[in-house]
């Protein structure tokens, strides 16, 4: 119906401004629902003239105007009513309700009057709904009215008074206004346009009428290269602005390096004042500057009846105005880009970190340079830390015509030579004008000053980014984030390396152990594992004479030495005469500057960083002994030697180790004893992966533990570390089987897992991540039980996780607790990661004590096969509560060898005891330890 109305209006004429109107043209209204009266007041004249009522029905003026001040409580009476079904705010003069609404009648800025409606009290939707019927009603009379001139009215030539009150009047709007602070990029970049636009136009319509201009417009600089156009003028596209109008934009434009017409956003509006265009005489452009900076341009086509120096004048004075707001719009609108870009980078750098691949990095890199930086064609060249050659390059985008990325050897100097030192490498005519510019994948290292010849400002590899339309410009500070960016990725990268890194030495290890029996070729395997996975150039290993006086150098790489006796360094001299003394690592940052070596003679080819290895073994013996020295020297990257290298070179330092001193026994036992002294070997290799003591653990934890295998080597293993969150992790493991096989698949689960507790601290994660490579090495018929449990040392809160391994025993708060195992398969028997497996948590009190078993222990039989039992078991651990651990271990050794008297073992066994001091007994606990061998 209310549609039906408004178009029926609609074909009516124009209707004059100062003639009453006639009643019938309104006569529609009277199917309104509700309705009882109009009327139609405006003014008679411009600009001043006074408002008089030009259409009033069925009412006269009288009654209208005092339903007007009547309706002035509308307010109360919605509140005061507000759960009654219908809304008014009048009465007529026979005492009916009545509701008076009002819509005003605005023309170019321009106040004309106002329709008055008159109904009956009306429900709350229905009130808004004839609300938007009237408004939409006073747009289509506005239409209707008739003006007399192209404009209501002219301006004075000069009304300096009334362009001062124009000026203030836009100040306080300026002061008033604000922008959009949250949201996507993309989304934010189209609001603040929306904003501007809004804005600049209404500001550029009011200046046009002030000053009588047929064209204005006004540039705005924004973040991230922006660049915001408003244009005023007698059409509404870019396209149909005339020639002479758009080549002057084009040079002002260029001419501050604010982009092209085709570059950055423009708006151009239609004025309704000038329907067709008139010609000017000039243009005068304003350069809003604030501090020293462009933040935009005003422009204005001045008209030949215009008064030049007046507009000039004043125009100067709102360009200041303008250039404060343009200022401060930019600085509040970069601070919020910033805000987004970390936001952004810091979520691409969490999701990168998860990353131990180098392909999903750079895919997720290459998307956000895409959706942050709008760069959509470029590539990507990876250099390994501990290499001078690309490894992996990756092209995104269309490349433009004529670039190759084939790069020569020499190319690849000049590369580095470009990015490396430099933040940032724009290159003009590099590759044939197709590069804008490289950008490093630089490391944050902090370069000392003392070293010698300092390589840590090199990067990892470079972007270049194509000279390519598609590509967006980038000014500083987006370079800036750009290379906020590539350092988060710099740091995945060399995660992703270092991880595949620790993968390759488990293989290595592997391929190391199958060749203990053949000197020459274990040692050459081993050089290469060393070199490859520390970065050397240099290495060199040393062997101990068999009197023990001095050592000789068994094989080098990269050293200007001969092999043999001919060097010769005693023990206790030299570098590595010193460590095979001490019997400890020796990491040192910068030889030269070693009190301790300045006056070495035979080793004065070590220089910068060196890390120096005892080759430790427990052959023949009950205590370590020193077989021999690893020295590494000259690390590619220049880099110091970290705490990480000293512990991947003592693990392979105990294979050789072990290896050759068995190897020399080999020689006076061949033939019926090989078979003994492979089996030593294996005991001895399998006693250095268990722990020795326990002296360095939290002062609030006990711990002692012991295995004793069926045979000669066994398939049991427990170990304790510290992970890096500094929880304890214990862990308690069986491998299916016994003798050599359970042995050497033993070592690979227990380097297994100490590799993964590196990465990760969580149960779960490691559980799964171990069954994953252990599906890689072990048979069908083999698998491994293992129980693990962390402890916070501070609070006691502790949480276990088991792969087919349990129960755990425990004493907590003087009660036996059985923690039961939560459900897990044995490793190396399913391909899943970790859906298997589960974590539960328990919290331990001081005293509070846990013991860790095997099987070997409850299924220890007596004479008359009777098992020793999990009763007894519990039994004895609730009786040995009060007692240290090393006795708690002892007692239950003691009881199983009594239990089966002159009886073999018939399985491995091994028991681990842990006993939380809590905070209140650290003070006073002395120190427990003991060593817990294989025996």
């Known amino acids: 119906m209310k549609i039906v109305l408004l178009n029926s209006l609609k074909k009516t004429s124009e209707i004059p401004l100062n003639e009453t109107w006639e ?28 408002f008089k009522f030009c259409l009033n029905y069925p009412f006269d003026s009288q009654t209208f105007l005092e339903l007007v001040n009547r309706s002035d409580k509308f307010k109360s009476f919605l509140d005061g009513e507000a759960s009654s079904e219908e809304l008014f705010n009048a009465y007529l003069s026979d005492g009916r309700k009545t509701l008076v609404i009002f819509s005003p009648l605005i023309k170019e800025d321009i106040y004309l009057g106002e329709v008055i409606l008159v109904l009956r009290p009306l429900e709350i939707p229905a009130f808004q709904e004839m609300s938007l019927f009237l408004d939409l009603f006073s747009q289509i009379v506005v239409g209707k009215i008739q003006t007399k001139s192209r404009r209501m009215f002219k301006r004075k030539p000069v009304e300096e008074f009334r362009d001062l009150d124009f000026i203030i009047g836009l100040h306080r709007k300026w002061t008033q206004s604000e922008t959009t602070f949250s949201g996507d990029m993309k989304d934010i970049l189209d609001l603040w346009f929306n904003e501007d636009v809004s804005y600049l136009s209404h500001f550029l319509s009011g200046l046009q009428r002030q000053f009588d201009l047929e064209t204005v417009f006004a540039i705005q600089k924004v973040p991230l290269s922006q660049t915001h156009l408003v244009v005023n003028s007698y059409v509404d596209s870019c396209e149909s602005l005339s020639n002479v109008i758009k080549d002057s934009l084009e040079d002002f434009l260029a001419h501050e390096s604010f982009g092209t017409l085709s570059t950055i956003r423009v708006k151009v509006q239609k004025t309704l004042f000038f329907p067709t265009p008139e010609p000017f005489s000039s243009c005068l452009s304003f350069i809003c500057e604030a501090g020293g900076t462009h933040f935009g341009m005003l422009g204005i086509f001045i008209r030949k009846d215009a008064d030049f120096h007046h507009v000039s004048k004043v125009i100067t004075v709102l360009t200041n105005h303008l250039a404060f707001r343009f200022a401060h719009l930019f600085q509040l609108r970069r601070q919020e880009v910033r805000r987004i870009f970390f936001q952004k980078i810091s979520s691409v750098g969490s999701k990168i970190a998860f990353s131990v691949e180098i392909e999903p990095i750079i895919e997720m890199l290459v998307q956000a340079l895409g959706s942050l930086f709008g760069i959509h064609a470029g590539a990507i060249c990876l250099i390994h830390p501990g290499s001078a050659e690309i490894e992996k390059t990756h092209v995104f985008g269309n490349p433009p015509e004529g670039f190759n990325l ?34 490093p994948f630089q490391p944050i290292y902090q370069s000392k000053e003392d070293l010698k010849d300092p390589i840590f400002d090199k990067s990892i590899g470079s972007l270049l980014v194509f000279e390519s339309p598609v590509n967006t410009p980038l000014d500083d500070e987006a370079f800036d984030m750009l290379m906020i960016l590539l350092n988060n990725v710099c740091g995945a990268l060399l995660s992703a390396w270092n991880y595949q890194e620790k993968i390759d030495t488990i293989r290595s290890l592997e391929s190391l152990i199958n060749k203990l029996s053949d000197k020459k070729t274990m040692l050459d395997e081993m050089m290469g594992i060393i070199q490859r996975f520390l970065m050397v150039k240099c290495c060199s290993l040393l062997t101990l004479l068999p009197d023990s006086s001095s050592l000789v150098l068994e094989q080098s790489e990269g050293l200007p030495l001969d092999s043999g006796e001919s060097f010769k360094i005693k023990v206790g001299e030299e570098i590595s005469g010193y460590v095979a003394l001490k019997g400890e690592t020796l990491r040192i940052e910068s030889v030269e500057d070693d009190p301790r070596f300045k006056n070495c003679v035979k080793e004065n080819f070590f220089k910068g960083p060196l890390l120096s290895v005892p080759l430790i073994s427990l052959a023949r013996s009950a205590h370590s002994r020193v077989v021999g020295v690893i020295n590494v020297n000259h690390k590619l990257n220049g880099l110091p030697f970290s705490k990480q290298d000293q512990i991947l ?33 294996a005991k001895e290799i399998q006693a250095g992966f268990l722990p020795k003591s326990f002296k360095n653990l939290p002062s609030s934890v006990s711990i002692y533990g012991k295995s004793e295998p069926a045979r000669r080597v066994g398939g049991d293993f427990f170990d304790v570390n510290l992970l890096s969150d500094g929880d304890l992790l214990l862990s308690i493991g069986d491998v299916s089987g016994k003798d050599m096989p359970a042995a050497l698949l033993m070592a690979a689960t227990l380097t297994f897992q100490r590799t993964v507790a590196q990465d990760t601290v969580d149960l779960v994660e490691i559980l799964g991540k171990m069954n994953k490579n252990l599906r890689k090495v072990i048979d069908d018929y083999h698998f491994v039980t293992l129980m693990l449990v962390k402890i916070n040392p501070n609070t006691g809160e502790a949480t276990m996780a088991s792969a087919g391994h349990g129960p755990l025993l425990a004493v907590l708060n003087g009660n036996l607790t059985e923690i039961p195992s939560p459900s897990g398969s044995p490793l190396g028997v399913w391909e899943s990661e970790s859906s298997r497996f589960k974590a539960v948590s328990f919290h331990l009190s001081e005293n509070d004590v846990l013991l860790f078993f095997t099987d070997g222990l409850a299924d220890q039989k007596r004479s008359d096969e009777e098992m020793f039992g999990y009763e007894r078991i519990k039994d004895l651990l609730f009786s040995s509560r009060y007692e240290r651990t090393q006795q708690i271990v002892d007692l239950f050794f003691g009881a199983s060898n009594e239990w089966r008297s002159k009886n073999d073992l018939s399985d491995d066994l091994t028991i681990m005891a842990l006993k939380f001091l809590g905070n209140e007994s650290i003070a006073s606990k002395q120190n427990e330890f003991g060593s817990a061998p294989l025996s």
């Open 649 to 681: 070179l003592e693990t392979i330092a105990h294979i050789p180790a072990v290896a050759l001193d068995n190897m020399q026994l080999s020689v006076a036992k061949r033939d019926q004893e090989l078979l003994t002294v492979q089996l030593n070997a």
């Open 23 to 50: 009643a019938e043209t309104f006569q529609f209204l009277n199917d309104l629902p509700g309705f009882l009266g109009v009327a139609i007041r405006n003014r008679q004249a411009f600009p001043y003239g006074e």
């Open 406 to 439: 084939q790069i020569s050897s020499d190319s690849m100097g000049e590369l580095r030579k470009n990015v490396f030192g430099s933040r940032i490498y724009k290159t003009p005519g590099y590759f044939g004008n197709t590069v804008r510019c490289i950008v």
